[in-house]
């Protein structure tokens, strides 16, 4: 048996963490993890223990992290996650839990084989990873922030994308979506990027499409009209049709 959703009283639950183990032994689940509420305290305390003592199974280190997308609050479970990205403070620093954000995304395109990279920088430009797909090289930038993106931020990518090889995209994925001005700029001339937003993310996590079948296709629509903001509904419709 396994439980990988267990809160501790670092977060909103009712017991501490070495309870947590105590009762997780008497279960005999043989995994766990404790996903508390944006922090991961409960594992710093484990840290000084001798875990054996109380549990002898196997613990994955997770953490649940909220967000908001459209102005509706949302949480996602992240698994694997290094606790030394996150701020011993109760609560999780903003800069961390973006981190801790780039890291589920990048354990994401592992699961579907999209070769990932980890975080890197260029001549001070942060850009949140890559991959590829379709040999063709991609660029990832994620905006985790309760405002659409706007025609300024488009710019910006675009630019930063414009001094990289020709053969180079960019998935932008903004949580809250996109400014229809920024969108119909983009829209015209050379298709530097591939749009996604919190939906298509959504639609991703709850296995309604996998994250290839959705890029080939925002990709292929972006080729054939010109609109490199497929939206998801658009997608699902196309996909009942066939």
Not at 38 to 53: C, P, Q, S
Not at 58 to 80: A, D, R, T
Not at 222 to 241: F, K, P
Request: aromatic share 12%.
């Amino acid at each position: 048996m396994i439980d990988l959703h267990m809160h501790t009283n670092y977060s909103d639950g009712e017991y501490s963490s070495v309870e947590i183990l105590k009762k997780a032994q008497q279960n005999k689940l043989k995994y766990i993890s404790i996903t508390d509420h944006d922090t991961m305290d409960a594992y710093y305390e484990l840290e000084t223990l001798n875990i054996k003592d109380y549990y002898d199974g196997k613990i994955i280190n997770g953490v649940e992290i909220h967000f908001s997308y459209k102005g509706f609050p949302m949480e996602i479970l992240g698994y694997g996650i290094d606790c030394n990205i996150i701020s011993k403070n109760k609560w999780l620093l903003k800069e961390n839990k973006l981190k801790v954000q780039e890291k589920i995304l990048k354990q994401l395109f592992e699961i579907f084989d999209l070769d990932p990279k980890a975080s890197f920088r260029i001549t001070g430009e942060q850009i949140d990873g890559a991959f590829t797909f379709d040999k063709t090289d991609y660029l990832f930038e994620a905006k985790w922030q309760k405002n659409i993106a706007s025609i300024e931020d488009m710019d910006a990518f675009s630019g930063k994308l414009s001094r990289k090889l020709e053969n180079t995209l960019w998935l932008f994925l903004s949580i809250n979506g996109f400014s229809e001005d920024a969108i119909k700029a983009h829209t015209m001339g050379r298709k530097l990027m591939i749009l996604m937003d919190g939906s298509d993310l959504m639609a991703v996590l709850e296995g309604r499409i996998d994250l290839i079948e959705l890029i080939y296709r925002k990709k292929r629509f972006a080729s054939q009209t010109g609109n490199i903001y497929l939206r998801i509904h658009e997608v699902m419709q196309n996909i009942d049709n066939v």
